[in-house]
């Protein structure tokens, strides 16, 4: 992040962009998700991190931790992220983390299409903003959107296929990489994807380097 200079009038800029969405996130009464989050007292999560990052994590929705405290992957899911971030000397205050829908839907199911749809122009938005140079989807409602709205090519479209692989994007800003990752939450259940998970963050870690698979 840059902190002098025409650098920091940039970042600023972008953080006050932002904060302007985040607001109209705050204020968005048109989702099917505004009245579960009032009737419980939940916060929307927008997004936190570096808005001049080069590495953008995107995950599914958030859980019940994160809609209490209005911040991305503070829960169980969250520890492990952030494990995996430092296990390649990364720092969540030097990426952006958000999710593709900004409410938590009820009993932490599925988000349903008419969410994403609601929710979408925000994270396309937030993209605009931020131009990373690498995203990262976490889980298969994230990897299913950016691939779907980006028209990546793919063999498959499920997670065991896709997980670990180096995804070329050609965005207005230029070229973006994407690595869909297993949802951090997936270790949990199996604990066999911890390998896994651990594995396709060293994909990650050399892609941010510059490098390949």
Known sequence: MTTTGEGASMDGEKAARLERMAEEVRNLEASPLFAYRKENGYQPVFGEGDPDADLMLIGEAPGAQEAQTGRPFVGRAGRVLDALLESIDIQREDVYITNVVKDRPPGNRDPRAEEIQAYAPFLLRQIEVIEPRVIA???????????????????SRRMGDLHG?????????????????????????????????????????????????
Request: hydrophobic content about 45%; glycine content about 8%; aromatic content about 10%.
């Open 137 to 155: 989807t976490l889980g298969r409602f994230a990897a299913a959107f950016v691939i779907g709205e980006y028209d990546l090519p793919r063999r």
């Open 165 to 213: 692989q180096v995804l070329e994007a050609h965005l207005p800003y230029g070229e973006v990489q994407v690595v869909p990752l297993y949802h951090p939450a997936a270790a949990f259940y199996n604990p066999d994807l911890e390998d896994v998970l651990q594995e396709d963050v060293q994909v990650l870690e050399r892609v941010l380097a510059g490098g390949s698979r």
